[in-house]
């Protein structure tokens, strides 16, 4: 079964710091990594995806994720961080499962970027 | 939220009455979905639709239905017989339901109560 872990409940960073979220997958075959983010009391809006090519993936708002497949990683970063960034954000992997393309969430890291 | 519309925002019901969620979409995507987000537990799917007249179940549809009469229209209903109704219920769509990583969009969702 596939699966997607980010380890970390919270994070929070200063603004103007680095940030970087965690996720770690688990998956058969060739995986698609997504990140999403969500704010309160609204859906979730994409930020990037990883299907192939290059590791480094850049997105939106100046998002960019690291796809490593030795380490079954696809954390989150960002060179310089803003209070807006503060929000919920989702990995998810997209795979094959039970004949279908099944796409499994984490359970969300809360972002909580500090002024 | 992209071209995706749901509602009401905010849903109040009896227990034991049945409710219908509308998600309606115009980006002329294919597959569409509805998940269901508690605290604490991500996003699980409850049903997907990858073409008109075609629905599958996910992994929590007991006591969810839907339908899909028109590639626009998505309508979630939640029985009596769903045991714990309350969440926050997002339906999505992707350009087809197996292709090459296709990312989602989400609707803005609606919050269920039901008392």
């Known amino acids: 079964a596939q699966s997607v872990a980010q380890p970390e409940d919270q994070v929070n960073v200063a603004e103007g710091n680095p940030l970087t979220v965690k996720c770690t997958y688990s998956?058969?075959?060739?995986?698609?990594l997504f990140w999403y983010v969500q704010y309160p009391n609204r859906g979730l809006q994409f930020l990037l995806k990883?299907?192939?090519?290059?590791?480094l993936v850049k997105g939106s708002y100046g998002f960019e994720a690291e796809f490593n497949k030795s380490q079954t990683s696809f954390h989150l970063k960002k060179p310089s961080a803003l209070v807006s960034d503060s929000a919920l954000y989702f990995c998810?992997?997209?795979?094959?499962?039970?004949?279908?393309?099944?796409?499994?969430f984490g359970i969300g890291t809360k972002l909580q970027v500090i002024p | 939220d992209g071209g995706i519309t749901q509602s009401p925002k905010y849903l109040f019901r009896k227990e034991g009455q049945n409710v219908t969620l509308s998600c309606e979409q115009n980006?002329?995507?294919?597959?569409m979905y509805w998940y269901r987000q508690d605290p604490g537990q991500g996003l699980r799917l409850i049903y997907y639709s990858q073409i008109v007249n075609d629905f599958q179940k996910g992994d929590i549809a007991e006591g969810y239905s839907v339908s899909r009469e028109k590639k626009e229209s998505f309508p979630l209903t939640v029985t009596s017989a769903q045991k714990n109704p309350t969440a926050f219920y997002l339906c999505?769509?992707?350009?087809?339901?197996?292709?090459?990583?296709?990312?989602?969009?989400f609707g803005p969702g609606t919050r269920l109560t039901v008392t």
């Open positions: 980006l002329n995507h294919d597959a």
């Open positions: 998956v058969s075959g060739n995986p698609y």
């Open positions: 998810a992997v997209r795979g094959l499962s039970g004949g279908y393309q099944k796409v499994t």
């Open positions: 999505a769509s992707s350009i087809a339901l197996i292709g090459a990583g296709y990312e989602q969009y």
């Open positions: 990883y299907i192939t090519g290059d590791n």
